[in-house]
């Protein structure tokens, strides 16, 4: 087994299972380098890609809701879901604090932090900012020898700043620019292969449409969103190695808002997911043809399987108490993971707290009894279109 097999299996036993529909790169160089998939050969039917961690959702609201968001009501963590969405903020300011201990009750201390920030410049234009970090935890350093080397940390992060403008009372387009960091390998070398850690700059690029309706006798909102995140560099772990692409990701949805009376509401959500990358591993094509060509590159049965979906509920009592659920659904040839979400939300004042779980047992998903928390604020003045 590769040097750097040895030094970071543990770390990419946690990130290849994270999101099964991915392959995490492998930190190993030259013209040998690869990637692994979710059972760690080089010859899956999932899709591969670097750094999965950028599409693991961080808020509980969606998290809850089978991890559809891309038309819900915006907030501050649309950075992540719709940039575009952040035009219709409300109060000029909001801020949101995300944490997971995620794969828990696999590896004990893997998380994931995300801290999403909105401000409203005026009626028409809002920015917005994020931060998101994917702990791995202390990993055991060996040498081809299996002598011990020490410890060292390794984890990957993001920063996001977003721009979104309206254009009238119903639609607006959000941009996002990122830059990407994933430290893997603390630097160790072997056999004329030097491990570094992974950069690289990405964008999305969104829309969000609104309008109010009326639904059986009473006043509802329908929404629509998509967004094309990660457009990026490629990403390399090691000198004069393989580069990989970024998990590029297409996310369309709606989001239908029914007021049943002046305290009751429901909200119903679907999501259908995509990655625009190549179907098969190929590090010679460019970024742009591997995102248009991710379309074409396989049969259209083995396209559809690419599809993911999201549907999911939401439940407000007097604006103050939320229940949800929801499910996942990604085709067993292309992943497998499918569970079943709930979750809960309370608000008080300026103040809420959201809560989600992963319903599902440990032989049908290794994300099983995943737990997300978010606490949130709005606090500023309130603008009209």
Same mark, same amino acid.
């Given at each position: 087994?590769?040097?750097?097999?040895?030094?970071?299996?543990?770390?990419?036993?946690?990130?290849?299972?994270?999101?099964?529909?991915?392959?995490?790169?492998?930190?190993?160089?030259?013209?040998?380098?690869?990637?692994?998939?979710?059972?760690?050969?080089?010859?899956?039917?999932?899709?591969?890609?670097?750094?999965?961690?950028?599409?693991?959702? #961080?808020?509980?609201?969606?998290?809850?809701?089978g991890e559809a968001g891309v038309a819900l009501s915006p907030d501050a963590n649309s950075s992540f879901w719709n940039p575009s969405k952040l035009a219709f903020v409300?109060?000029?300011?909001?801020?949101?604090?995300?944490?997971? #201990?995620?794969?828990?009750?696999?590896?004990?201390?893997?998380?994931?932090?995300?801290?999403?920030?909105?401000?409203?410049?005026?009626?028409?234009?809002?920015?917005?900012?994020?931060?998101?970090?994917?702990?791995?935890?202390?990993?055991e350093a060996t040498d081809i020898n299996q002598n011990f080397q020490g410890y060292f940390i390794s984890s990957e992060y993001s920063i996001d700043a977003s721009f979104?403008?309206?254009?009238?009372?119903?639609?607006?387009?959000?941009?996002?620019?990122?830059?990407?960091?994933?430290?893997?390998?603390?630097?160790?070398?072997?056999?004329?292969?030097?491990?570094? #850690?992974?950069?690289?700059?990405?964008?999305?690029?969104?829309?969000?449409?609104?309008?109010?309706?009326?639904?059986?006798?009473?006043?509802?909102?329908?929404?629509?969103?998509?967004?094309?995140?990660?457009?990026?560099?490629?990403?390399?772990?090691?000198?004069?190695?393989?580069?990989?692409?970024?998990?590029?990701?297409?996310?369309?949805?709606?989001?239908?808002?029914?007021?049943?009376?002046?305290?009751?509401?429901?909200?119903?959500?679907?999501?259908?997911?995509?990655?625009?990358?190549?179907?098969?591993?190929?590090?010679?094509?460019?970024?742009?043809?591997?995102?248009?060509?991710?379309?074409?590159?396989?049969?259209?049965?083995?396209?559809?399987?690419?599809?993911?979906?999201?549907?999911?509920?939401?439940?407000?009592?007097?604006?103050?108490?939320?229940?949800?659920?929801?499910?996942?659904?990604?085709?067993?040839?292309?992943?497998?993971?499918?569970?079943?979400?709930?979750?809960?939300?309370?608000?008080?004042?300026?103040?809420?707290?959201?809560?989600?779980?992963?319903?599902?047992?440990?032989?049908?998903? #290794?994300?099983?009894?995943?737990?997300?928390?978010?606490?949130?604020?709005?606090?500023?003045?309130?603008?009209?279109?």
């Amino acid at each position: 087994m590769n040097f750097f097999c040895l030094q970071i299996k543990r770390f990419f036993f946690c990130g290849l299972i994270l999101l099964p529909s991915l392959s995490f790169a492998q930190l190993i160089g030259g013209n040998n380098g690869g990637a692994v998939n979710s059972n760690g050969t080089n010859q899956a039917t999932a899709i591969q890609t670097a750094v999965p961690f950028l599409l693991i959702t #961080p808020d509980s609201r969606s998290g809850a809701m089978g991890e559809a968001g891309v038309a819900l009501s915006p907030d501050a963590n649309s950075s992540f879901w719709n940039p575009s969405k952040l035009a219709f903020v409300e109060p000029s300011n909001s801020i949101s604090v995300n944490y997971s #201990p995620w794969l828990r009750s696999l590896i004990p201390d893997v998380t994931l932090s995300y801290l999403g920030y909105a401000h409203k410049l005026d009626d028409r234009n809002t920015i917005g900012a994020s931060i998101r970090y994917f702990n791995v935890g202390t990993l055991e350093a060996t040498d081809i020898n299996q002598n011990f080397q020490g410890y060292f940390i390794s984890s990957e992060y993001s920063i996001d700043a977003s721009f979104a403008r309206s254009f009238g009372q119903d639609f607006s387009i959000g941009l996002t620019a990122r830059y990407i960091r994933s430290n893997l390998s603390n630097g160790y070398s072997a056999s004329g292969v030097t491990a570094k #850690p992974g950069n690289a700059l990405a964008a999305d690029a969104s829309m969000f449409y609104k309008t109010q309706v009326q639904q059986f006798g009473n006043d509802g909102t329908f929404s629509f969103g998509a967004n094309i995140s990660n457009i990026g560099t490629k990403i390399s772990y090691s000198t004069n190695g393989n580069k990989y692409f970024l998990p590029t990701n297409l996310k369309i949805g709606i989001a239908d808002m029914i007021n049943l009376d002046e305290v009751n509401s429901f909200t119903f959500a679907f999501d259908i997911n995509k990655l625009l990358v190549p179907t098969k591993p190929n590090s010679d094509v460019s970024v742009p043809s591997g995102l248009f060509g991710s379309f074409t590159d396989a049969s259209f049965t083995e396209e559809m399987q690419e599809l993911s979906f999201s549907p999911g509920v939401e439940y407000w009592y007097n604006k103050l108490f939320a229940l949800r659920a929801g499910y996942y659904y990604q085709n067993p040839n292309k992943g497998g993971l499918h569970y079943l979400t709930l979750g809960t939300g309370f608000k008080y004042q300026d103040f809420a707290f959201d809560f989600s779980y992963i319903a599902a047992s440990q032989q049908s998903s #290794p994300l099983a009894n995943t737990l997300r928390f978010t606490l949130s604020a709005n606090f500023g003045s309130t603008t009209k279109q």
